[in-house]
Nanobody
Framework: QVQLVESGGGLVQPGGSLRLSCAAS????????MAWYRQAPGKQRELVAA???????NYLDSVKGRFTISRDNVKSTVYLQMNSLKPEDTAVYYC?????????????WGQGTQVTVSS
């Protein structure tokens, strides 16, 4: 079992930045692929960024160059640095973990953190 706790969401103006964190516990963090998903009202949950146990990454096209996913295996934490935020980035962001291939959904989810981009 893996427990995931997200933090760092909030309200930010367009063009601003936020850093999301997801702290994991309960298993060997370094073995897990980690990812961030988001879900806006009325829309399906979509993959925003993923990082493998080896550190490979992939990104949703619309966030490339603006968002960066990283992981700290000592702290068992994955981060999502979000810059140049746009109103269309508004969503609940979820952390995901699993022993899966990069970009596939893992079995474990956090509770989600709200990100609102608005002036």
């Amino acid at each position: 079992q893996v427990q995931l706790v997200e933090s760092g969401g909030g309200l930010v103006q367009p063009g601003g930045s936020l850093r999301l964190s997801c702290a994991a516990s309960g298993s060997i963090f370094s073995l897990y692929a980690m990812a961030w998903y988001r879900q806006a009202p009325g829309k399906q949950r979509e993959l925003v960024a993923a990082i493998s146990s080896a550190g490979s990454t992939n990104y949703l096209d619309s966030v490339k160059g603006r968002f960066t996913i990283s992981r700290d295996n000592v702290k068992s934490t994955v981060y999502l640095q979000m810059n140049s935020l746009k109103p269309e980035d508004t969503a609940v962001y979820y952390c995901n973990a699993g022993r899966v291939r990069l970009g596939s959904r893992g079995a474990y989810w956090g509770q989600g953190t709200q990100v609102t981009v608005s002036s």
